[in-house]
Nanobody, 124 residues
């Protein structure tokens, strides 16, 4: 079973950047689509970005296109989410999860092995 762990969150000023990491220490992530999701207080969990197994195809929510970049290094069992030009509305707990499927847009119900999440707070 996958055990995903997120890291890299923190407090950043508007316009700043953060890079989140999603790591699995036990099994290869190579064969899985990996998604990044976020959930703000009082709101439903939403998909932010996803990347197909073995790289290549990616999806992004409209709200983050041009600002966020998802990438992966299968040799390191790591998927990153580079977040630039952060806005207060990006404040949320960010999660990564895995799926054996790839779709555009991603189907949240396809994802499993959720990590514990990492808090991102964008505030001056």
């Amino acid at each position: 079973q996958l055990r995903l762990a997120e890291s890299g969150g923190g407090l950043v000023q508007p316009g700043g950047s953060l890079r989140l990491s999603c790591v699995n220490s036990e099994f290869t992530l190579e064969y899985f689509t990996i998604g990044w999701f976020r959930q703000a207080p009082g709101k439903e969990r939403e998909v932010v970005a996803s990347i197909r197994s073995r790289g290549g195809s990616t999806t992004y929510a409209d709200s983050v296109k041009g600002r966020f970049t998802i990438s992966r290094d299968n040799a390191k069992n790591t998927v990153w989410l580079q977040m630039n030009s952060l806005k207060p509305e990006d404040t949320a707990v960010y999660y990564c999860a895995a799926s054996t499927f790839y779709s555009d847009p991603p189907n949240l119900a396809d994802f499993h092995s959720w990590g514990q999440g990492t808090q991102v707070t964008v505030s001056s």
